[in-house]
C-alpha cells in the first residue's frame, strides 16, 4: 500500500489530509499507548484525489480526540498477519521494525547479543506487531507539506482561556529512516507564573539547589581571585579550556589567581548528591568561571552578578540548530530558567557569529566576544604543523601512501545518551573498492556522543579505518579531505584551505527533526552529497566543488593578529578594551539582562592586573605578560 500526502490543514475542528493512493489505500491515526485506531471520513476530490477528514471534537464518540500521539499511518492487513513470512511478503521494511522492538524488549546488556535476539522466535515477533498492527513506511509526504509544519500547529482555547488543548504536527523517523508524522494531542491549564513551573519536580529540584547555593554563597567567602575551569559532560578539560588555562599559566597569572579545575560527567548515570554540592561550594568560592558546552548545574542557580561566567563554547559554527536556535522542538531549553541565560560573556569566532550564537544562547550580541577560538591559536603555527603531522604519520604509515579522507559526522538523536549514526547510510563494500581504486584511505573519526562504533569487516581493515578515540586536530593535518555533514568540525579545518565534503543523506529529515540553523545547501564551503552514489562519485573523480566560504566560516586566527586567548583573558578578567573583541553599542542592541556586562571597576583592576603586563596583538604570538 502507498499514499501520496499533498496537504494538512485544519479547517475549524476538522483536520484535513488529502492524498492520492494508487491501490485505494486508507489513512487512519493509530495511538500506541492507548492500542486505539481512529478512522478519517473519506471523500472524493478533484483528479481522483480524496480527502481525510476527522472532527476532533467527536473523535472519541462524543468526546475530544484523546491526548496523546496520534501516528498518520494505514493498518496492516489481517492477511499479512497469518504468518511473519506473509507479514515480510506484504511489508518489506517490516523487518527493521521487528528487530528494533526484540531488542528493546531484551535487558539492555543483551539487546547488542546476537544469539539472546536469535532466541526470539517467530511467533513472538509476529505477536509484537499484532499488538500495534499500523505501519507508517508507505506514507510520503510533498516537501511543501513537510515545510509548512510550523504553521499546522492548532490550540483550541476554552474555559475563559484558562485551558487550550492543542494539535501538534511532529516529525519522526521510523527504523527505516523514514519520515512519519505524529499528531500530538495535549491539554494545558494556564500558567500565572510561567517563571516557576508549579508542583513540577524539576521546579522542586532547582529550589533545592536555589537553597543550598545561597547558603554556601552566605557561608564560605567568594575569593576574588579564584578561576574555575568547570565542565559537566566529560572527565577532561576540552581544547578550548586547555588552551586558555596553559595561556594562563605562561602568563604568570598562577601566581596570582587561584586557578582550580573541576571535570565529571553527570550524564554517566546516577549522580550523587555530594557531587552536585560540591559542584554549588566550587562555584559558590570563584570570582571567574569558564564552562564549555552545556553546563547543567547552572538550570539550577543563578551564580551571582559578582561571577563572571564565560562560555568558551566549543563549536566555531556549522549547521545543526542547537540551545534556543530549536526553541519549541524536543528538548529546547526553558525560556526562563536555562544555563544559557546565566552567561555574563561568550566567546565567538568572528563578528560576524554574534547574531549567530545571541540567538543560540538568548543573550544579547553585547554579550558574545569575538576573540576566536583559544583551542586554535597556535593551530597555523608551522612547528605545530609539522609536530602533528609527524606523530599521526608516527602511528599511522599508511597515511603517506595514498590521499587520506577523515570522516567526522555529528550524532543524531536527543543527546548524550541517546547518540547514534545510521551507518545504513554507508555501503562499505562499495566504499572500500572506490578506495582501492583511487589509492585513498578512508578514516571513521566518530563523534564521541556516539557509543556504537562502524562495524568494518577484517577483509577491509587495511583502507577503513576507526579512529574515534583519536584526536580529530591531529588528523587534520594527515586529512587530504575533510567528509562531515551538520557538524562545526570543518570550522577549524578551512584554515589549512583543503576541501571539505558534506555528506548529508538524511537532510531533510535531520532538518525537521534536530533543526538547522542555517541552511547547508546554501552555506556549506564545499559539495554538497544527498545520495551515497553521488557522495563515492564526487570521491571517486575528486570533483571537489570550490566554494568561497562565508566569512562567518573563518575563525580570527587567520589573521595571525595575536592569541584568542589573550583576548579572551584581557577582556574578561583585565577589563581591557581589545580591537575587535566587544561589539560597539547601538541603538537597539537589546535591554540589559540579569548578568551584569561590563568591565570590572577600577578597584577590581588595580588589585588583579599587574602593573606592567601588556599583550601586543599586532606583534608576535610569543608576547607575554608574565611578570619578571
Not at 597555523?380 to 577523515?406: C, S
Not at 566504499?431 to 584511505?441: G, I, N, P, W
Not at 574515534?468 to 579531505?481: G, N, P, Q, R, Y
Not at 541552511?519 to 544527498?530: F, K, L, Q, R
Request: hydrophobic content about 35%; overall charge neutral.
Amino acid at each position: 500500500m502507498s499514499l501520496d500526502v499533498h496537504q494538512i490543514r485544519w479547517r475549524s475542528s476538522y483536520l484535513e489530509i488529502d492524498y492520492s493512493s494508487k491501490d485505494d489505500g486508507v489513512p487512519w491515526l493509530y495511538c500506541v499507548g492507548r492500542r486505539q485506531f481512529v478512522p478519517f471520513e473519506i471523500v472524493e476530490i478533484a483528479n481522483g484525489d480524496r480527502r481525510a477528514r476527522l472532527n476532533v471534537v467527536l473523535g472519541n464518540g462524543r468526546e475530544v480526540l484523546p491526548g496523546g500521539q496520534w501516528i498518520i499511518c494505514e493498518k496492516i492487513k489481517e492477511s499479512a498477519l497469518v504468518s511473519l513470512e506473509a507479514l515480510y511478503a506484504e511489508y518489506p521494511l517490516m523487518p527493521q521494525r521487528v528487530d528494533y522492538d526484540v531488542r528493546h524488549r531484551l535487558p539492555a546488556k543483551l539487546r547488542n547479543d546476537e544469539a539472546a535476539v536469535a532466541q526470539y522466535g517467530d511467533e513472538k515477533r509476529l505477536a509484537l506487531v499484532a499488538r500495534h498492527p499500523y505501519v507508517t513506511s508507505g506514507i510520503t509526504y510533498d516537501d511543501e507539506v513537510l515545510q509548512r509544519l510550523d504553521n499546522t500547529d492548532r490550540v483550541f482555547r476554552y474555559g475563559k482561556n484558562h485551558y487550550a488543548y492543542t494539535g501538534v504536527f511532529v516529525p519522526k523517523t521510523n527504523r527505516a529512516g523514514i519520515i512519519y508524522l505524529a499528531l500530538h494531542m495535549q491539554f494545558f491549564e494556564r500558567n500565572k507564573t510561567p517563571r516557576h513551573r508549579q508542583g513540577s519536580r524539576r521546579q522542586k529540584q532547582k529550589d533545592i539547589f536555589a537553597a543550598a547555593y545561597s547558603a554556601m554563597t552566605r557561608l564560605v567567602p567568594r575569593k576574588g581571585n579564584r578561576i574555575l575551569f568547570l565542565k559537566e559532560n566529560g572527565d577532561g578539560p576540552t581544547e578550548n579550556m586547555e588552551a586558555l588555562q596553559r595561556r594562563m599559566i605562561e602568563r604568570g597569572m598562577d601566581k596570582r589567581f587561584d586557578i582550580r579545575t573541576r571535570y565529571r560527567n553527570v550524564f554517566s548515570g546516577r549522580q550523587n548528591v555530594v557531587a552536585w554540592l560540591r559542584d554549588l561550594y566550587e562555584i559558590a568560592r570563584s570570582r571567574y568561571i569558564f564552562i564549555d558546552d552545556y553546563t547543567p548545574v547552572f538550570n539550577f542557580i543563578d551564580p551571582g552578578d559578582d561571577v563572571t561566567l564565560t562560555q568558551i563554547w566549543h563549536a566555531g559554527v556549522g549547521f545543526k540548530s542547537v540551545g534556543y536556535a530549536r526553541f519549541g522542538l524536543k528538548g529546547s531549553p526553558d525560556p526562563y530558567n536555562s544555563a544559557h541565560r546565566r552567561y555574563t560573556y561568550a566567546l565567538v569566532g568572528n563578528e560576524h557569529l554574534r547574531r549567530i550564537y545571541s540567538e543560540v544562547f538568548g543573550i544579547e550580541e553585547s554579550a558574545l566576544l569575538a576573540t576566536g577560538m583559544p583551542r586554535l591559536d597556535h593551530f597555523l603555527d608551522e612547528k605545530v604543523e609539522k609536530e602533528y603531522r609527524r606523530e599521526m604519520v608516527d602511528k599511522y604509515p599508511w597515511a603517506t601512501k595514498g590521499r587520506v579522507i577523515v570522516f567526522a559526522p555529528t550524532f543524531r538523536g536527543a543527546g548524550q545518551r541517546t547518540a547514534y549514526y545510521p551507518y545504513d547510510e554507508i555501503d562499505m563494500d562499495r566504499l572500500y573498492r572506490m578506495c582501492v581504486e583511487t589509492d585513498t584511505y578512508f578514516v571513521f573519526e566518530m563523534h564521541h556522543f556516539i557509543r556504537k562504533r562502524p562495524e568494518i569487516p577484517a577483509e577491509y581493515a587495511d583502507r577503513l579505518f576507526d579512529l574515534s578515540d583519536e584526536s580529530l586536530t591531529k588528523l587534520f593535518f594527515i586529512a587530504d579531505v575533510l567528509v562531515t555533514d551538520y557538524s562545526s568540525c570543518f570550522y577549524d579545518y578551512l584554515l589549512l584551505k583543503k576541501p571539505v565534503v558534506f555528506f548529508t543523506p538524511d537532510k531533510t529529515a535531520y532538518s525537521l527533526i534536530r533543526g538547522v540553523q542555517r541552511s547547508i545547501d546554501e552555506m556549506a564551503p564545499g559539495v554538497v552529497c544527498d545520495t551515497f552514489d553521488e557522495f563515492l562519485d564526487v570521491l571517486r573523480t575528486r570533483h571537489y566543488e570550490t566554494v568561497a566560504p562565508h566569512p562567518s566560516s573563518i575563525d580570527r586566527a587567520a589573521e595571525r593578529s595575536g592569541l584568542a586567548s589573550d583576548r579572551a583573558i584581557d577582556t574578561i578578567i583585565y577589563g581591557k578594551d581589545v580591537p575587535g573583541v566587544r561589539k560597539r553599542a547601538v541603538a537597539g542592541d537589546g535591554a540589559a539582562g540579569s548578568r551584569r556586562f561590563g568591565r570590572p571597576s577600577e578597584a577590581e583592576r588595580e588589585t588583579t592586573e599587574p602593573s606592567d603586563s601588556e599583550v601586543f596583538y599586532e606583534g608576535s604570538a610569543d608576547d607575554s605578560d608574565e611578570e619578571e
